[in-house]
């Protein structure tokens, strides 16, 4: 990473496109800046304003004011010409040639990546069953990244997925770092840094956050992994445009069919009756379609497990397999303890993620 790496980025008018068509042509940023405003123009073809820029090194002034906003927040940015850099983002048409990250930058080629993305009202059964393909991934590829946007709902779920099964997660934010949005998954963020994965963004501090970053946000979890799973999603759901810009990179797409009825399994649905998607119900499918190989497999080892109290065993013993929500007033019937215990016990359930409040003081089973 050098001083003008940063700098094109801050060339106006110029865009990704664009500067990936420049290192194309001359290899690295400093030979672009050394062309001069007729070697843009004759070899690769640049509107003569932009090239007037680059020959006046517009951009630079920006440039050494991020790296002093870097240097202060220790976010390490990397080019895409850099050996950090996501070999896999590296060949999308658009890449963003810079990327700002905390943590781990290596966990972005690992040889497993998946990303998981989904509607943000996403449902009990959509939490469950990521929490059960995580699972089942990290039993048999420990080095599986799993990466997705940070937002409320899937996003969250997946990223909390991989931590309960400690394999590393890689989140990518629409906004400039060291800031996390939204502010409530801040400390999702540092505990994902903690477990050796990354955040991402391609936005810089001097950029003016207006809520139009989230669409090409979208574009690098796409871009980062082997294929992206959708969750659930409605029609129209953000997810859906995820899932072409990953079609559009020949990454394989995948989804999780749901019920026929179920708003938010519709897009999800479509995806598979269309044929736009591989339908996946376990991490088996997800395997065979990505191709990965398996080796020796290796028991899944859940971070920071602790055993269930006696109360905690005997209420989670009550709601079955059937995966239905079952009334706060049934627990403490058929529990026998009394209404103070049981809500004590439901809300340390809670915390652990075991379990989960619906609407109509109803609990639904998690694990």
Same mark, same amino acid.
């Given at each position: ?35 001069? @405003? ?127 099964? &400690? ?68 029609? &129209? ?50 395997? %065979? %379609? ?5 080796? %020796? ?35 403490? @019937? ?29 609990? %639904?089973?998690?694990?």
């Amino acid at each position: 990473m050098i001083i003008e790496d940063i700098a094109l980025t801050f060339v106006p008018h110029l865009g990704a496109r664009g500067v990936a068509h420049l290192l194309e042509i001359f290899g690295s940023a400093r030979e672009i800046f050394a062309a001069g @405003e007729e070697g843009l123009i004759e070899r690769a073809g640049v509107r003569r304003d932009i090239a007037k820029l680059i020959a006046n090194k517009a951009g630079f002034a920006e440039a050494e004011r991020e790296l002093q906003h870097c240097q202060r927040h220790g976010i390490s940015p990397i080019a895409s010409t850099d050996a950090a850099y996501s070999d896999r983002l590296r060949f999308t048409p658009d890449f963003p040639h810079v990327l700002y990250t905390l943590g781990a930058v290596e966990s972005l080629n690992s040889e497993h990546v998946i990303s998981i993305v989904g509607t943000r009202r996403m449902t009990p059964y959509g939490e469950r069953m990521c929490n059960k393909i995580v699972e089942q991934l990290a039993a048999q590829f420990p080095d599986t990244v799993i990466v997705s946007g940070l937002a409320f709902g899937a996003d969250a779920a997946a990223h909390r997925a991989a931590l309960m099964f &400690g394999v590393r997660t890689v989140g990518v934010v629409a906004n400039a770092l060291p800031s996390i949005t939204p502010a409530t998954n801040t400390t999702l963020a540092h505990e994902m840094l903690a477990q050796g994965g990354a955040i991402v963004s391609e936005i810089s501090s001097q950029a003016h956050q207006n809520g139009n970053f989230y669409i090409p946000r979208n574009r690098i979890v796409a871009g980062l992994c082997d294929g992206l799973f959708v969750l659930e999603s409605p029609f &129209g759901g953000g997810s859906l445009h995820t899932a072409q810009a990953a079609d559009g990179y020949s990454r394989t797409v995948l989804a999780l069919p749901g019920r026929a009825t179920d708003p938010m399994s519709a897009g999800t649905n479509a995806l598979i009756r269309t044929g736009a998607a591989r339908m996946v119900t376990s991490a088996d499918d997800l395997i %065979e %379609e990505l191709g990965w190989k398996r080796s %020796e497999r290796v028991e899944c080892v859940r971070s920071e497990v602790r055993e269930m109290t006696e109360r905690e065993a005997l209420l989670m013993s009550l709601f079955g397999d059937s995966g239905d929500g079952v009334p706060l007033d049934a627990l403490i @019937e058929r529990s026998g303890l009394s209404a103070g215990e049981v809500s004590a016990t439901l809300l340390d359930l809670e915390l652990t993620g075991a379990v989960r409040q619906l609407p109509g003081k109803i609990y %639904e089973k998690i694990l």
